[in-house]
């Protein structure tokens, strides 16, 4: 290859002279990943060894050199058995503590190779001075580059490692690369030594900047591998010289490590990383709690609990007036996340825990209490709050004698579309139908609906108005996905038996006499929808043809990227999703024949006005 022949020349020129000859990037970088694939793996081998003999005594910017090693060990056929044969031999501990960033970034590439056998991450456990720096890297360097790819090397070569192979494997003990990083002294020391903010400073330590930054890596590194060796004393030694007494890693991190009363910053990486910590899919390796009830608590949840940072972290949503405004300014909206993410993965303790739920429901009422419809209108809405109330769980949205649902203070007027989307995802029932309380979830959503419907009345003519505005398009679109909602719902009977005696779930002759229906009410989305007046109102829009306006963005009739096609496009995707839940109720043959009719027509439609014939199909 003569672009080979070439670039081999320039390297040894560049060699004989590393001080003087300069670099061809302009070369070097013809030779990009494609090409390097196509090469023969001897010459691979050859070129590899000959950059690695040029590196240590080049005397300019390394990157171009750095970036063709990278390039020719991309292949997955280039194993870590390879790398090692590489000559002169690579040096990672020199390569992992240089201050040059490309030189760091080749030698995580060659570290990295290892994670594809666990006899190779053995090698790599089995050099403790090249896993301590690696960690030392990750948590040191000031390159955020540097530092995400160590954090991904260490990560690797920790699952490629772990044993981990069911629920009830209780340890990582037996991993060599484990038992490096958490069971040898030195390298678990050198953790908290780099983190904890009482050697800020010293001679050979990070500044208190430098560290809450290595804070926050760390942090991030414990949601991802969150199990029992970061749950658990592994060196007491180690940890209780940084005063931790029985949690870990996981203790030090989250409850010794951060002085989060002076830096509101940490303060909030903490409350994101408790959100996380929440999440039943968080951790890379295998770690499950109380199989027999997934969303009842687990070992992460009892920890937060038990030292407080549960409380403290609500305080700032359920509580303000306790709190600064200046911190309010930073954590309400953490705050805020936790809460949903907490309800959404424990709801049932979320519903056990009272004073948790009243204070809740409470702070609920008071923020859309204080709304105006000023403010709603010109989307000054409160974002944070809205998400809380789309979290919880359905059967805490339904009135109760001493509190008042804070869902029916949503408006539909003037429309909102934070507002129609929150009502949207409520209205819907539950996406995950696997989860416990499924049923309950089925039939509050449903409950829900109605009672709303009956405190707003003209509720679609009011959503109908509001996607028919189309010079708001994210109203307009909002508006088209609640419909759509209704349709698509997830919804459940109710029985003649409470689920919760505390919780008001009525039953069915309860709810149609709360909604004044002489019979009971539709059981599914779709047949609401066909009930009259909802009909009269929503189907006509449907069928009617899409508005296209000639001064819209993008030209209007047929452009994909106008607010009106954009809309139209919206709309025509619930009838398609309407279709074959007509077809599955039987019995509605005219009105799957309009629908259909009006399909045909594309999203755009036709200039008649199939709606029209709405009124006389036999429902």
Same mark, same amino acid.
């Given at each position: 290859?003569?672009?080979?022949?070439?670039?081999?020349?320039?390297?040894?020129?560049?060699?004989?002279?590393?001080?003087?000859?300069?670099?061809?990037?302009?070369?070097? *970088?013809?030779?990009d990943?494609?090409?390097?694939?196509t090469?023969?793996?001897? *010459?691979?081998?050859?070129?590899?060894?000959?950059?690695?003999?040029?590196?240590?005594?080049?005397?300019?910017?390394?990157?171009?050199?750095t970036?063709?090693?990278? !390039?020719?060990?991309?292949p997955?056929?280039?194993?870590?058995?390879?790398v090692?044969?590489?000559?002169p031999?690579?040096?990672?501990?020199?390569?992992?503590?240089?201050p040059?960033?490309?030189?760091?970034?080749?030698?995580?590439?060659l570290?990295?190779?290892?994670?594809?056998?666990?006899?190779?991450?053995?090698?790599?456990?089995?050099?403790?001075e090249?896993?301590?720096?690696?960690i030392?890297l990750?948590?040191?360097?000031?390159?955020?580059?540097?530092?995400?790819?160590?954090?991904?090397?260490l990560?690797?070569?920790?699952?490629?490692?772990?044993?981990?192979s069911?629920?009830?494997?209780?340890?990582?003990?037996?991993?060599?690369?484990?038992?490096r990083?958490?069971?040898?002294?030195?390298?678990?020391?050198l953790?908290?030594?780099?983190?904890s903010?009482?050697?800020?400073g010293?001679?050979?330590?990070?500044s208190?900047?430098?560290?809450?930054?290595?804070?926050?890596?760390?942090l991030?590194?414990?949601?991802?591998i969150?199990c029992?060796?970061?749950?658990?004393?592994?060196?007491?030694?180690? *940890?209780?010289?940084?005063?931790?007494?029985?949690?870990?890693?996981?203790?030090?991190?989250?409850?010794?490590?951060?002085? !989060?009363?002076?830096?509101?910053?940490?303060?909030m990486?903490?409350?994101?990383?408790?959100a996380?910590?929440?999440k039943?899919?968080?951790?890379?390796v295998?770690?499950?709690?109380?199989?027999?009830?997934?969303?009842?608590?687990?070992?992460?949840l009892?920890?937060?609990?038990?030292?407080?940072?549960?409380?403290?972290t609500?305080?700032?949503?359920?509580?303000?007036?306790?709190h600064?405004?200046?911190?309010?300014?930073?954590?309400y909206?953490?705050?805020?996340?936790y809460?949903?993410?907490?309800c959404?993965?424990?709801?049932?303790?979320?519903?056990?825990?009272e004073?948790?739920?009243k204070?809740?429901i409470l702070?609920?009422s008071?923020?859309?209490?204080?709304?105006?419809?000023g403010?709603?209108?010109?989307?000054?809405?409160p974002?944070?709050?809205?998400?809380?109330l789309?979290?919880?769980?359905?059967?805490a949205?339904?009135?109760?004698?001493?509190?008042?649902?804070?869902?029916f203070?949503?408006?539909?007027?003037?429309p909102?579309?934070?507002?129609?989307?929150?009502?949207a995802?409520?209205?819907?029932?539950?996406?995950?139908?696997?989860?416990?309380?499924?049923?309950?979830?089925l039939?509050?959503?449903r409950?829900l609906?109605?009672?709303y419907l009956?405190?707003?009345?003209?509720?679609?003519?009011?959503?109908?108005k509001?996607?028919?505005?189309?010079?708001?398009?994210?109203?307009?679109l909002?508006a088209?996905?609640?419909?759509?909602s209704?349709?698509?719902?997830?919804?459940?009977?109710?029985?003649?038996?409470?689920?919760?005696a505390?919780f008001?779930?009525?039953?069915?002759a309860?709810?149609?006499?709360?909604?004044?229906?002489?019979?009971?009410?539709p059981?599914t989305?779709?047949?609401?929808i066909?009930?009259?007046?909802v009909?009269?109102?929503?189907?006509?829009?449907l069928?009617?043809?899409a508005?296209?306006f000639?001064?819209?963005?993008?030209?209007?009739?047929?452009?994909?990227?106008?607010?009106?096609?954009?809309?139209?496009?919206a709309?025509?995707?619930?009838?398609?999703?309407?279709k074959?839940?007509?077809?599955?109720?039987g019995?509605l043959?005219d009105a799957?024949?309009?629908v259909?009719?009006?399909?045909?027509l594309?999203?755009?439609?036709?200039?008649g006005?199939?709606?029209?014939?709405?009124g006389?199909?036999?429902l």
């Amino acid at each position: 290859m003569d672009l080979l022949h070439q670039i081999k020349s320039h390297l040894g020129n560049v060699a004989a002279d590393p001080g003087g000859k300069l670099l061809d990037e302009a070369l070097l *970088e013809k030779l990009d990943w494609q090409v390097t694939e196509t090469i023969s793996e001897a *010459e691979r081998d050859a070129l590899i060894d000959q950059l690695a003999k040029l590196l240590p005594n080049l005397q300019q910017d390394p990157t171009p050199v750095t970036k063709l090693i990278q !390039y020719l060990v991309r292949p997955a056929s280039y194993t870590f058995s390879r790398v090692l044969k590489i000559q002169p031999a690579v040096d990672f501990q020199a390569g992992l503590k240089t201050p040059s960033s490309s030189i760091n970034l080749v030698t995580l590439s060659l570290l990295d190779k290892a994670r594809s056998s666990r006899s190779d991450v053995g090698i790599v456990a089995g050099k403790p001075e090249v896993v301590a720096a690696l960690i030392e890297l990750w948590l040191s360097t000031p390159d955020t580059a540097v530092a995400r790819r160590a954090h991904s090397v260490l990560l690797g070569l920790l699952t490629a490692d772990d044993e981990s192979s069911s629920p009830m494997t209780p340890s990582h003990n037996q991993s060599l690369m484990w038992r490096r990083v958490f069971r040898d002294k030195d390298t678990y020391g050198l953790i908290y030594q780099i983190c904890s903010l009482t050697t800020a400073g010293q001679d050979g330590q990070l500044s208190k900047r430098d560290k809450t930054v290595a804070q926050a890596r760390l942090l991030d590194f414990v949601a991802k591998i969150d199990c029992d060796a970061i749950r658990s004393t592994q060196i007491a030694e180690v *940890e209780s010289h940084y005063g931790v007494r029985e949690g870990g890693l996981m203790e030090f991190a989250t409850f010794r490590m951060v002085e !989060y009363e002076d830096d509101v910053l940490m303060h909030m990486t903490l409350i994101d990383v408790f959100a996380e910590l929440l999440k039943p899919d968080h951790s890379l390796v295998q770690y499950f709690d109380n199989p027999d009830q997934p969303n009842h608590s687990s070992s992460t949840l009892d920890f937060l609990t038990r030292r407080g940072l549960h409380s403290r972290t609500l305080s700032y949503y359920l509580d303000p007036t306790k709190h600064s405004s200046l911190d309010l300014s930073y954590l309400y909206s953490r705050s805020a996340n936790y809460l949903a993410t907490y309800c959404t993965y424990f709801p049932s303790q979320f519903l056990d825990n009272e004073a948790t739920f009243k204070a809740t429901i409470l702070r609920l009422s008071e923020v859309l209490g204080n709304m105006s419809s000023g403010r709603w209108a010109q989307g000054q809405t409160p974002k944070h709050d809205l998400h809380v109330l789309a979290s919880l769980p359905r059967l805490a949205l339904l009135p109760k004698r001493t509190l008042d649902s804070p869902l029916f203070m949503l408006p539909v007027r003037p429309p909102s579309e934070d507002a129609l989307h929150t009502l949207a995802a409520i209205f819907h029932g539950p996406i995950d139908q696997d989860k416990a309380n499924s049923d309950e979830e089925l039939s509050a959503a449903r409950a829900l609906y109605f009672l709303y419907l009956e405190r707003n009345p003209n509720l679609w003519r009011d959503v109908v108005k509001a996607a028919e505005t189309v010079a708001l398009k994210e109203t307009a679109l909002a508006a088209i996905a609640l419909i759509k909602s209704i349709i698509t719902s997830n919804w459940g009977p109710l029985h003649s038996d409470n689920y919760r005696a505390e919780f008001a779930l009525p039953t069915e002759a309860q709810l149609a006499e709360q909604c004044h229906s002489a019979q009971h009410l539709p059981p599914t989305g779709t047949l609401a929808i066909l009930a009259p007046p909802v009909m009269e109102t929503v189907l006509p829009y449907l069928l009617r043809p899409a508005q296209t306006f000639s001064n819209l963005v993008g030209g209007g009739k047929g452009d994909v990227e106008s607010a009106a096609y954009k809309v139209a496009a919206a709309k025509f995707d619930v009838l398609v999703s309407l279709k074959p839940r007509l077809e599955g109720i039987g019995r509605l043959e005219d009105a799957v024949a309009v629908v259909n009719r009006r399909l045909t027509l594309g999203v755009l439609g036709g200039s008649g006005e199939p709606g029209s014939s709405v009124g006389t199909m036999e429902l």
